[in-house]
């Protein structure tokens, strides 16, 4: 079993940058690639970027440029560099151990002036 804990989310005015991050313990081993993933208000949950285990990344077509993931294996923690954001960033962000049933609690992000 793999425990995930996000920290980061928080009010931000647009054009503003946040830095999420997401803490893994327990099983870690079993652990490859780690993804985070969002939930606008009423809207079903998407992925937000993926990074594997030797650092490769998938980002949503839509982020690309504004949202960097990255990944510090000896501390077990990935992060989700958010920059220039916007109102439709708002949402709950998510992180999950892909390949696993494992997400973490989410993070609240708010975009709003």
């Known amino acids: 079993q793999v425990q995930l804990v996000e920290s980061g989310g928080g009010l931000v005015q647009p054009g503003g940058s946040l830095r999420l991050s997401c803490a893994a313990s327990?099983?870690?081993?079993?652990?490859?690639?780690m993804g985070w993933y969002r939930q606008p208000p009423g809207k079903q949950r998407e992925l937000v970027a993926s990074?594997?285990?030797?650092?490769?990344?998938i980002y949503a077509d839509s982020l690309k440029g504004r949202f960097t993931i990255s990944r510090d294996n000896a501390k077990n923690t990935v992060y989700l560099q958010m920059n220039s954001l916007k109102p439709e960033d708002t949402a709950v962000y998510y992180c999950h151990a892909v390949g696993t049933r494992s997400w973490g609690q989410g993070t609240p992000v708010t975009v709003s002036s």
């Open positions: 990074i594997s285990g030797i650092g490769v990344t």
């Open positions: 327990g099983s870690i081993f079993s652990i490859n690639a």
